[in-house]
């Protein structure tokens, strides 16, 4: 009697991603620990590569949760995205180190949010993830690089958002939220300006706060669909 093993999809596609991190890192050794930042690109490759087979893996899976527990999953990947986040602030580029710790980090952090059983204070969560996303985002406009951070403080505040969905808390008015979002959109533009960003750049960071208040204000002032 056969039966479909999904979970096979998970080691071919750990395989996939660390024989191509062992293939870099013996070509490319000597240069990745002069130049750690270097690091960052080749860790990117390697979520793509596992992250589809792990996809695929949960879709097929008749029960997920127990062929992969949702906690210990997002623990383990919590821990291997402080590899970019660590490699790029020692390399020199905090931000496109906390970008792909980011991209590291989030799948399997949905992945817990949909199918585990515990979830954390949805609250506390909205207000740490709103405080991260907007101080991302104003470290983006001082550094100039306002693309690297707008993705990181979009998946903060929207994680905040979609816990404080998932669990049901009482509901946030539209006003409220829409109120906050241009507040915060006038001052970054204002310290966009200030500082002497481009156009563009200034663009994107109210074009990103925006996206996320308006998301954030369809999800936190509607019951949830859960």
Known sequence: MSRRVPEMAIVVGVLFASGWLAFVLLVEGDRLLRELAGILPVVLVAAALCYPFAAWAVYFDDDPASTFPPIP????????ALVPVVAGA?????????????????????????????????????????????????????????????PVALAAFLGGVAVHDRAGAPL????????????????????????????SASLATALTVGFGGAVG??????????
Do not use: E, I, K, N
């Not at 008015?173 to 002497?196: E, I, M, N, Q, R």
């Not at 204000?217 to 669909?225: G, I, K, Q």
């Open 73 to 80: 999953v997002a623990g383990v990947a919590g821990l291997a």
């Open 90 to 150: 020692l390399g020199g580029q905090p931000l496109f180190g906390l970008l792909v710790g980011t991209v590291v980090a989030l799948p399997p952090a949905a992945y817990a949010l949909v199918y585990g059983d515990s979830l954390p204070p949805a609250r506390a969560t909205l207000a740490g993830g709103t405080v991260v996303g907007v101080g991302v985002a104003a470290v983006g406009v001082v550094a100039g690089q306002p693309y690297l951070a707008a």
């Open 172 to 199: 946030l008015s539209a006003t409220l939220v829409f109120g906050a979002t241009a507040l915060v959109v006038c001052a970054l533009v204002a310290g966009s300006v200030a500082l002497g960003r481009t156009p």
């Open 217 to 226: 204000a369809r999800f936190l002032s509607r019951p949830s669909r859960w």
